[in-house]
Nanobody, 121 residues
Framework: QVQLVESGGGLVQAGGSLRLSCAASGRTFSTLAVGWFRQAPGKEREFVAR????????YVADSMEGRFTISRDNAKRTGYLQMNSLKPDDTAIYYC??????????????WGQGTQVTVSS
């Protein structure tokens, strides 16, 4: 079993930045690929980014490329999502996921509870 806990969300003005964290416990973190998704009210859960177990492979969704960066620190058992130049359309609950590799929610076995990100105009 893997437990994931996100943190770092909050209210930020458009153009601002936030860094989300995903702290893992249970199974060895370094063996888990990590993904980030988001879900806005009334919309489906949307892929944001993913990172391989070592961190050598990363992929960010096209609409967020250049603004969002995914990273991880295996020694700290934590994954990160750095979000810059935030827009009101980025407002959503952001979820961390693990033990998968893909762009669909069904690709991942474990999920955190989510952290709210609100971007004001």
């Amino acid at each position: 079993q893997v437990q994931l806990v996100e943190s770092g969300g909050g209210l930020v003005q458009a153009g601002g930045s936030l860094r989300l964290s995903c702290a893992a416990s249970g199974r060895t973190f370094s063996t888990l690929a990590v993904g980030w998704f988001r879900q806005a009210p009334g919309k489906e859960r949307e892929f944001v980014a993913r990172i391989s177990t070592s961190g050598s492979l990363t992929y960010v969704a096209d609409s967020m490329e250049g603004r969002f960066t995914i990273s991880r620190d295996n020694a700290k058992r934590t994954g990160y999502l750095q979000m810059n130049s935030l827009k009101p359309d980025d407002t959503a609950i952001y979820y961390c996921a693990a033990a998968g590799w893909g762009s669909l929610p069904t690709d991942y076995a474990y999920w955190g509870q989510g952290t709210q990100v609100t971007v004001s105009s």
